[in-house]
């Protein structure tokens, strides 16, 4: 269900992003009600058999504003929210990390059948059907391939949320078995090309408000535009749109013709939007929600959550991960050894000990791509100094390269090093109490941080202009890990907002696209951060924890740290405990 | 917000008498010297109080976590490790410092305003009044929030009080148009004109000094409703920005904690209405000293 | 009276005008939403690189690639414009949104929630403040009439998401002891009641009511019972009144003929303006209460930049407090025949 793509780097300032939870997908055997086995069994953990009927009301934390995700102007994580139970999917993440693909629309696992050019094969159930009883079949893959590309050819109008996918396709064909093939263009590798949804939106309507949309572009962009302005009256999906408020809410009623082995039992599902936190608590509390997974973590939230003891809730690491960035543009802190002993002096571990550390375990950060549990985990910091703190250690570094520490004051050549200007985005509990913390410890070594706090109007602003010489924010990433590094290190991309400019880096990353093999290309990427973390550029603080909360009546409802729509990616399993 | 309160006034403050009978009745005004007593012990706790004290509001890695008030830290400790009480004082301190400046940028503006408009009348009463009903369509808090959540890097105390006082006149400007057209129809400014001074000096030593009651009264309301509208920008996060801090901003980053960490929410909250209560009935006492024909006290 | 409300309506125009160029100033300088579309489309980026033209359409979509004057001309005129936009025309300009969510029926749907909100609380908190500020000026002195002044003035002193925050937790706790859900603390209405009986629907209504309107009535409240007071210990000590007391007529008799209803005039004139002031409150009642009205729009357009927005809410509001001072304007009139209407 997770999109390709887009899913990868959604930015994690705080206000902007959604997550949500986890669930296994296959019914498989209970570990009981409750969120104390999601350690151990993190697929099936909060399970049970579920009554017939009922109504559930799930919150999500912002609204959406159109309902073609496959559109750069309303991609968010919330329409992939709101569309989750209404379109097909090819697979997706579970909370163990893992891909699992869709046993409900697939006969078997996708299979690689040609290494160059990369060609996947995909054969479909014959019960995987729309609701209006058409088939789902190689248009729809091929609709899905034109709206996400930048080939004018294709489609005129489509504004692509990403083209990643789109620009790789070669052809899409129906083999002789009528098994559908896509092949990739000859020298484009992706080795987590398996993990990408291949279809989203139905062509047969498509085809209704865009008659020949796969020959004329013009056509294809009138369907895509309607996909984008109408609410889905049809479904590929376990469930359907009754009724639905964009960007408030939306309520879900059982598809009559789902295809799939588990059947959702309940009457109702309302999503809502409650962006306040703490609204959301209170009206869990009140018997108005059943639960939301908060896409920040809200100590006073969490806390509250943790000791009520009318609801359940569960704290565990989440899919984005906290960092500092420096801004290599000052003319202070384009010296390399500079930044290196700043971010020595910082002590992510006490940071860590203040913030996350006081609700619940956490661990310092040192991969940008890969958590603790990930087999392609490698700890990009060992044997550096960067984050531990060591005051003296910075200290010798700075006189080495030539700077003066004296009366508290950083110089060099006689000139004071500094002020630098520290932001966070405004209203985030721990990056306040983190950048109070950073303060201090770049006091310690005679640079004075300013804090600015950055308001929600001006994000956009502030990063795109590099308007920070230090900035503390979050990415939020899935298992899939090929497109990250270009996206958070290459020296053009906009998403680079320190603008470091490495060649070295450049090439590394490069790299990560010339296998199909995950294993090899897990290496690059390692090699790319490992670069990265010499040039002290980005230095990572801890996976953010996340919290989901429910309420106490409803079963197979868990957090997925590994896909962004979080809890929602088994709403079919959703139900009112028996 | 500024103009219900002023249209509380329940009757047209008539200032005649010498400071000193205001005073001696203002004095016999209970409540009111009560009140002025505890709003100076207020501002000497805001202002005075973190020379004294040993913790700021800034976080020190010492203090200890989510500590209930204690000898140490009288009003607790948070999260981070900030010593409430120092927050306090100097959330205190800059929600007066943005109190007292609306208060003089708002009376300001607004007696001038209002005393030119009163003292010319016709048409440039009239387009100077239009202008006042110009801000009074605007609804303030949405206004003050936009240009709030514009201000690069985030808003410190002085922009909000720029903002507030800017936006926050237009009650007393009325007020003060209102009392001016009744007094500049008296004796003492036809012998002021006889004599020849100019309109500028009418108006500054005639005109003005003859509405200090109104002012006076009107300068209290808007240090109460400025304290209140900068702690609605804080709840909406356009207030003021941490690492700063004013009483709104706590009493908002504390509404999550206020049944389980209660002296986050209640202190700060506490000041909050320490602040305008006293504030209020200052203006009251005022209110009734200024007007001999008032009898109602309370 | 007729003539004068209509030139009254009149002299609003250039008012409404001025304080929309005002406005339109401010909120469209204090935003930049191109950038925020720009981070957006950054963070989404899956090749390092920003789709070509993506962003200049967007700004041409907004009308960002004009200048102010520019685009406040267009707002006002659709003159220029693709005809989605000018105000003269009935229509308010794109959001950033987009086509999904025009301004007009944003604003359409929600004015209503709103409003209802408004005037409720607004109506609730004049009766009361009429019955408590009758109380309060005839028990002047008396110790009702200080717990009833002390309770106004604390209403006045406390910021209202601190009442609204104390307000939701006692909902809360009533609905717990008495075991079911009586008070609601977000939306207007329960997400979907479109299966609900016409009762069913009434009731789920009134169930969401409750606890915003308390929290947005008490600051109207506060000042509404003072000025009755004041009003009522005015007339209790005018000659009138002190005649008809020494003509011997019954205590209970003056009150209600002469006393209540002449010191009814001050609170009716005011009751308007309060409507006016409640909008203001509304916008963080709403906040608290995830009520889908304006003020929740106007605030999520403010952090988004959405300036057409702003500027539709600015302006029906506007609208709203120059009908407002006009009504209690007649209102004043109708109440003290001494008035005239020039």
């Not at chain 3, 920003?50 to 659709?78: N, Q």
């Not at chain 3, 003269?88 to 359409?108: Q, V, Y």
């Not at chain 3, 717990?176 to 997400?191: C, E, K, L, N, R």
Request: proline share 4%.
């Amino acid at each position: 269900m997770r999109r390709k793509g887009i899913v990868f780097g959604t930015l994690a300032l705080g206000v902007t992003v959604a997550l949500a939870i986890t669930a296994c997908s296959g019914g498989a055997k209970s570990t009981g009600s409750g969120f104390e086995a999601c350690g151990k069994h993190p697929t099936t953990c909060n399970s049970g058999d579920r009554k017939d009927g009922g109504e559930l009301t799930w919150a999500i934390s912002a609204g959406w504003d159109s309902w073609n995700k496959n559109r750069a102007k309303g991609n968010s994580v919330y329409l992939a929210e709101a569309v989750q139970g209404i379109l097909p999917q090819i697979g997706h993440f579970n909370p163990d990390g893992k891909w699992w693909w869709s046993r409900d629309t697939l006969k078997a696992k996708p299979k690689l059948v040609s290494k160059n050019p990369q060609a996947w094969k995909y054969e479909l159930r014959d019960d995987a059907k729309w609701s209006d009883g058409t088939p789902i079949g190689v248009d729809d893959f091929i609709w899905h391939w034109y709206s996400l590309t930048s080939d004018k050819s294709k489609c005129g109008d489509c504004d692509p949320a990403a083209t990643s996918y789109g620009d790789e396709v070669k052809s899409i064909t129906k083999d002789s078995s009528g098994a559908i093939v896509v092949t990739l263009k000859k020298g484009s590798y992706d080795p987590d090309w398996l993990t990408k949804n291949t279809i989203t939106y139905p062509a047969h309507i498509a085809d209704k408000h865009g008659k020949g949309w796969k020959t004329d572009p013009k056509a294809m962009a009138e369907s895509s535009k309607w996909f984008s302005d109408n609410q889905p009256d049809y479904s590929g999906g376990p469930y359907m749109i009754k009724s639905a408020k964009i960007g408030q809410k939306e309520t879900l009623v059982p598809n009559p013709r789902w295809y799939g082995k588990i059947k959702p039992t309940l009457d109702k599902l309302n999503l809502l939007v409650v962006s306040s936190q703490q609204d959301m608590l209170k009206a869990l509390d009140n018997g108005e929600l059943d639960g939301a997974a908060p896409e920040s973590l809200d100590p006073d939230v969490s806390e509250q959550a943790t000791g009520d003891t009318g609801i359940r809730s569960n704290l565990a690491p989440g899919p984005g991960w906290e960092h500092f960035d420096l801004n290599v543009t000052n003319k202070w802190l384009k010296d390399v050894k500079l930044r290196e002993a700043m971010l020595t002096a910082i002590d992510v571990d006490d940071v860590n000990k203040r913030t996350y550390g006081q609700l619940t375990k956490v661990k310092r950060r040192d991969n940008y791509l890969f958590n603790q549990k990930s087999p392609y985990f490698k700890d990009t910091f060992a044997g550096s100094s960067m984050g531990t703190g060591d005051i003296a250690k910075a200290k010798k570094m700075l006189s080495a390269a030539g700077y003066k520490l004296s009366g508290g004051k950083l110089t060099k050549d006689g000139k004071q090093v500094g002020p630098f200007t520290y932001r966070y985005l405004e209203g985030h509990a721990m990056r306040k109490t983190t950048s109070e913390l950073v303060q201090g410890y770049l006091g310690k070594i005679g640079i004075k941080a300013n804090i600015k706090t950055i308001a929600a109007s001006q994000l956009g602003t502030v990063l795109d202009k590099s308007d920070f010489d230090i900035v503390e924010f979050g990415w939020s990433t899935d298992p899939a890990f090929t497109t990250a590094p270009q996206q958070f290190w290459d020296s053009k991309s906009p998403s680079n907002f320190g603008r470091n400019s490495d060649k070295k880096v450049d090439t590394a990353i490069a790299k990560v696209h010339s296998t199909v093999d995950l294993k090899e290309a897990a290496g690059f990427a390692n090699d790319a951060g490992s670069l990265v973390a010499k040039d002290a550029y980005i230095l990572p603080v801890v996976t953010t924890p996340v919290l989901i909360v429910t309420s106490k009546k409803v079963v197979n409802v868990r957090d997925n740290w590994a896909s962004q729509i979080r809890a929602l990616y088994n709403m079919e399993e959703w139900g009112i405990k028996k | 917000m500024s103009d219900d309160l002023a249209l509380v006034a329940p009757t047209g403050v008539r200032e005649r008498g010498q400071a000193s009978l205001v005073l001696r009745r203002f004095a016999q005004h209970k409540l009111a010297m009560g009140s002025l007593v505890v709003f100076l012990l207020i501002v000497a706790f805001a202002f005075v109080g973190p020379l004294v004290w040993k913790y700021d509001y800034h976080l020190y890695r010492e203090i200890p976590s989510m500590e209930p008030p204690s000898l140490a830290h009288p009003f607790g400790t948070d999260r981070a490790g900030h010593d409430v009480l120092g927050q306090v004082m100097r959330g205190a301190q800059q929600s007066l410092k943005v109190a007292f400046t609306v208060a003089i940028l708002a009376t300001g503006i607004g007696s001038i305003w209002g005393a030119v408009a009163g003292f010319y009348r016709g048409w440039i009463d009239a387009i100077m009044m239009r202008l006042v009903d110009v801000l009074f369509v605007i609804p303030f808090l949405a206004v003050a929030a936009a240009i709030a959540g514009g201000v690069s890097g985030g808003v410190g105390w002085f922009q909000i009080a720029l903002i507030l006082g800017l936006l926050g006149w237009i009650g007393t400007a009325r007020l003060v148009r209102g009392q001016v057209l009744s007094v500049r129809e008296q004796e003492f400014i036809e012998a002021a004109r006889a004599v020849g001074s100019s309109d500028v000096r009418i108006i500054l030593r005639h005109l003005v000094p003859n509405t200090t009651g109104v002012i006076l009264v009107a300068a209290t309301l808007e240090m109460a409703t400025a304290i209140l509208a900068e702690a609605g920008l804080s709840f909406v996060g356009l207030g003021i920005q941490s690492p700063d801090t004013s009483l709104g901003l706590l009493i908002n980053s504390a509404t999550g904690a206020a049944f389980t960490h209660p002296w986050l929410f209640y202190f700060p909250g506490l000041f909050i209405i320490g602040i305008c209560l006293t504030v209020n009935f200052i203006g009251d006492g005022l209110r009734d000293a200024l007007d001999p024909r008032q009898t109602v006290r309370l | 009276m007729f003539i004068y409300a209509i030139r009254r309506l009149l002299i609003a125009i250039p008012v409404l005008i001025a304080a929309s160029m005002f406005s339109f100033l401010l909120v469209d300088l204090s935003s930049d939403p191109v950038a925020d579309y720009k981070l957006q489309l950054a963070s989404q980026s899956t090749n390092g690189e920003i789709p070509k033209g993506a962003v200049h359409e967007f700004a041409a979509h907004l009308y960002l690639d004009r200048s102010v004057p520019e685009r406040y001309w267009l707002w006002l005129t659709g003159i220029g414009g693709r005809g989605d936009i000018g105000l003269l025309r009935g229509k308010f300009g794109p959001s950033i949104l987009g086509d999904n969510n025009p301004i007009g029926a944003e604003i359409s749907d929600r004015f209503m929630i709103t409003f209802r909100l408004v005037l409720i609380a607004t109506l609730a908190a004049i009766v009361i403040a009429i019955v408590t500020g009758v109380i309060s000026a005839v028990k002047q002195y008396r110790r009702v009439d200080y717990a009833l002044t002390f309770v106004g003035f604390l209403a006045l002193a406390m910021p209202t998401f601190w009442i609204a925050a104390l307000i939701k937790e006692t909902g809360i706790w009533a609905n717990q002891q008495a075991g079911t859900t009586i008070f609601y603390t977000i939306g207007a209405t329960s997400p979907d009641t479109s299966d609900y009986s016409a009762m069913g629907k009434a009731g789920d209504i009134v169930g969401h009511l409750i606890l915003p309107t308390l929290a947005l009535m008490l600051h109207g409240y506060a000042a509404a019972s003072r000025y009755q007071r004041a009003a009522m210990l005015e007339v209790l000590d005018s000659d009138y009144v002190r005649l008809a007391r020494a003509k011997g007529v019954r205590n209970r008799t003056v009150m209600r003929r002469h006393a209540l209803r002449t010191s009814l005039t001050p609170i009716a004139t005011f009751a308007p303006l309060s409507i006016a002031a409640a909008l203001s409150g509304a916008i963080i009642v709403e906040r608290i209460f995830n009520w889908e009205g304006m003020g929740l729009y106007v605030l999520e357009s403010i952090q988004k930049g959405d300036s057409f927005a702003v500027m539709a809410f600015l302006l029906v509001s506007g609208m709203l407090v120059i009908a407002a001072n006009l009504v209690s304007d007649l209102l004043y009139g109708w109440l003290d025949p001494r008035i005239r209407y020039e």
